[in-house]
């Protein structure tokens, strides 16, 4: 299309240049405007090729000569039909592409919050400074867009990307139905997805540490992966490898970063991530139908928080020893009461749930939730970020130990903080786990691991920096050290069992 116009301009572009350079070269007269009276009288000017002495431009000679070219130009094809035409075409495609560069400058003002009061209208899709005006875009539209990249990368089609409001209820009422399957008694249960969990966790450290060193992130990635796909997609477990379920965690991994990336490198794609989960039973041809568009949501959130809650509640220093005897007690009998459960004694003691909510405040996984909105008093649309990881950590509604992992806080949470608290969003679209299975889940999971590893048994280091660079170097995990919510590709928790 763009060849296309740009031949048709050529054309009348070479036209108009080479009359303007025509009548210049042979201009060697002008006219300028007489001071006395109305008498024209006319001045000599170097040609073009005079040698001996240099133009003289005249500030009115540029005007001249544009007039002059308009009129050598417009003049003929304006008398003829084929010539008025071409100079309607090139009108035309002119103010078509005037118009598309305008509207391609039309890039969203970016806006970040993180209040909670105003993150929780992000969220809602209402006004964020209290003026009245509402959203010209729908709800679906402002959720959609900044979700492109997500159906770019996986080929999903779900609630966070479609710009259906019917299929976003839809699928809505799919996951709803998916929890609450998954949770059924006549499948067991909590019990089941618990025993599930601890054969996968058992089996993983039996046959994959054999030499007693593993990256926890990525160990928490396999089991994670396995337990998602065995409770969502009743894939059983013991059918395919670890090393699959880590090939299927690192190209979700790969798939994600390539996407957030600007540079538009390619290093993954998605036919190879495809195969990958064909080979563990699971085929779609229809987006609707992808299993990434339960398993994205699922997986990728709830590993990174069992990541972040399983190292502040087992290798810390100053973690609680009594954080893990009531994580043992759990994993042994998980229901909502053992989950809610506050331990007896004193009154610092907290239950299995304040853990869990305390690791989703300090590393909530979806840190930044995203709106493509245009107000109808705004004459540009915006991208409101709602940073739901600084909101967590505001000093005046957390106190100054906010950055602090204490879930002895929650025993006192105040109205302020429950507000402030938003890890599965807000509205209309919270997410369908938020009230049991999300937090549950996560509870499982660390309780899980906390029954294999042991600050005693376990070393875990932090190792910084590219191999062989100058900021390489590994850390011993302190109680001043404030971790990062997300894993940062140049560092890797490294988990050594002591000798
Ligand atoms: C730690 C666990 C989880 C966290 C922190 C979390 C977080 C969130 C957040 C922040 C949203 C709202 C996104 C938005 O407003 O744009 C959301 C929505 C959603 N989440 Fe979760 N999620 C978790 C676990 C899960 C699980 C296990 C599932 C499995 C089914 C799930 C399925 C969904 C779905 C389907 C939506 C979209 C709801 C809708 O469109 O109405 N999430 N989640």
Redesign the pocket.
């Known amino acids: 299309m763009h060849c296309v116009l740009l031949l048709l301009q050529l054309p009348l572009a070479s036209i108009f240049v080479w009359n303007g350079l025509k009548r210049a070269s042979s201009y060697d007269r002008i006219k300028p405007h007489s001071h006395q009276g109305n008498s024209h009288r006319s001045i000599t000017v170097p040609t073009l090729d005079h040698r001996h002495s240099l133009p003289m431009l005249t500030p009115t000679m540029p005007f001249s000569l544009l007039k002059h070219c308009f009129a050598k130009l417009l003049t003929p094809l304006l008398d003829n039909r084929s010539g008025f035409l071409a100079a309607f075409v090139l009108i035309c495609v002119s103010a078509w592409l005037f118009q598309r560069r305008t509207t391609r400058q039309k890039k969203p003002t970016p806006h970040r919050f993180s209040n909670s009061a105003t993150c929780l209208k992000i969220?809602q899709n209402l006004p964020y400074d209290d003026r009245p005006g509402t959203n010209k875009l729908s709800h679906e539209v402002s959720?959609a867009i900044p979700n492109q990249r997500l159906v770019r990368a996986f080929q999903i089609d779900n609630?966070?990307t479609t710009r259906d409001a019917a299929y976003?209820r839809q699928?809505?009422r799919q996951?709803v139905q998916?929890?609450r399957q998954v949770t059924s008694t006549n499948r067991g249960g909590w019990n089941q997805i618990a025993t599930v969990a601890r054969e996968i966790a058992a089996t993983y450290f039996r046959e994959s540490t054999s030499d007693d060193r593993g990256d926890l992130d990525l160990i928490v990635q396999v089991v994670t992966m396995k337990a998602v796909l065995s409770m969502f997609f009743e894939v059983d477990a013991t059918t395919y490898t670890d090393a699959a379920a880590f090939e299927i965690a690192r190209r979700i991994n790969l798939l994600s970063m390539q996407s957030k990336s600007t540079t538009g490198h390619q290093s993954a794609d998605f036919s190879s991530l495809k195969s990958l989960l064909q080979r563990v039973g699971l085929d779609w041809t229809d987006s609707k139908d992808n299993p990434l568009n339960?398993l994205l949501?699922?997986y990728e959130?709830?590993w990174r928080?069992v990541a972040r809650c399983l190292i502040e509640v087992v290798f810390r220093p100053s973690a609680n020893t009594q954080w893990r005897s009531l994580l043992q007690t759990f994993i042994a009998n998980p229901t909502p009461g053992t989950f809610s459960q506050i331990a007896p004694g004193g009154d610092t003691n907290v239950s299995v749930e304040f853990l869990v909510h305390e690791a989703?405040r300090l590393y909530?996984?979806?840190r930044r939730?995203y709106r493509h909105v245009h107000f109808q008093d705004k004459q540009m649309p915006e991208l409101l970020t709602a940073d739901i990881e600084a909101a967590h950590r505001q000093l005046h509604v957390w106190g100054v130990d906010s950055h602090r992992y204490r879930p002895a806080r929650w025993i006192v949470a105040d109205q302020k903080m429950r507000d402030a608290f938003m890890?599965?969003?807000g509205g209309e679209?919270?997410?369908?786990?938020s009230s049991g299975?999300?937090p549950m889940?996560?509870g499982v999971l660390v309780a899980t691991f906390a029954e294999i590893l042991s600050a005693e048994d376990w070393e875990l280091r932090l190792l910084r920096g590219e191999e062989g660079s100058e900021d390489e170097g590994s850390w011993i995990l302190d109680d001043e050290m404030v971790l990062e919510s997300d894993r940062r590709e140049d560092t890797a928790w490294d988990l050594v069992r002591r000798s």
């Open positions: 969220l959720r609630g966070f976003g699928f809505r996951a998916a929890i339960i949501p699922a959130t709830l928080v989703l909530p996984p979806t939730i890890p599965f969003g679209w919270i997410c369908p786990a299975f999300g889940m996560i």
